[in-house]
């Protein structure tokens, strides 16, 4: 009856250590993932150049760029009022540069807390759906307008964040949903060219990867 009772309250002590491992564990996973949320703050503090959409987990342009039909560069004769919009473009590569440094100092400073962290970068161009518009032509200029903005930053900027330095935090990707993605503005019957030439714009996805904790 004694060795009974001693066997069932080592298996007690036992299932409750267990438990408590398990406890902590997921604790440690918590704080990792908050202070990932945490490290991209910056982003959102900057609203006049991202908006957030917690909808779809992703950040757009707060500004709109206005491409004139069938261009896709990033100068005075492809996009209208560009003046006005230069100097927020160059603003946002910098400001992405200033986040991905940061990440970089923070897992050097702390390799067994982000060794495991690094981040999903997506820069994705978009299209309008205007009358007379061929889709897969529509696709190949939302990628090329957003190969352009890597472009305008790697040859005025000097900010390449395909450059190897970057590796071990970020994995950049240029992209382009066409005439699809979620989250497009909706047409309006009453102003339809106006709301679809607002699908010409870039999304900015920053995505946070975390391997085995």
Do not use: C
């Amino acid at each position: 009856m004694f060795n009974s009772k001693t066997k069932e309250l080592e298996l007690t002590i036992e299932e409750l250590e267990s438990k408590d491992s398990i406890i902590q564990v997921q604790l440690a996973k918590y704080e990792i993932i908050k202070s990932v949320e945490q490290n991209l703050e910056p982003l959102k503090s900057q609203s006049d150049l991202f908006i957030y959409e917690p909808q779809y987990k992703r950040y757009k342009l707060a500004f709109d760029i206005q491409f004139r039909e069938g261009k896709v560069g990033l100068n005075e004769d492809d996009v209208v009022g560009f003046g006005e919009t230069q100097g927020k473009i160059e603003r946002v590569g910098i400001e992405l540069k200033r986040l991905v440094e940061e990440l970089m100092r923070k897992k050097q400073r702390e390799p067994e807390k982000y060794d495991q962290i690094s981040y999903l970068i997506v820069v994705t161009g978009s299209a309008s759906i205007l009358p007379g518009d061929d889709p897969d032509r529509n696709y190949a200029y939302s990628y090329n307008r957003s190969y352009n903005l890597y472009k305008y930053w790697r040859d005025w900027l000097g900010i390449d964040f395909f450059d190897t330095k970057y590796h071990d935090i970020v994995e950049f990707q240029i992209a382009g949903n066409g005439e699809g993605g979620i989250g497009r503005y909706e047409s309006d019957p009453d102003n339809q060219y106006q709301n679809e030439k607002r699908n010409q714009r870039f999304l900015i996805n920053v995505i946070p990867k975390i391997g085995e904790l």
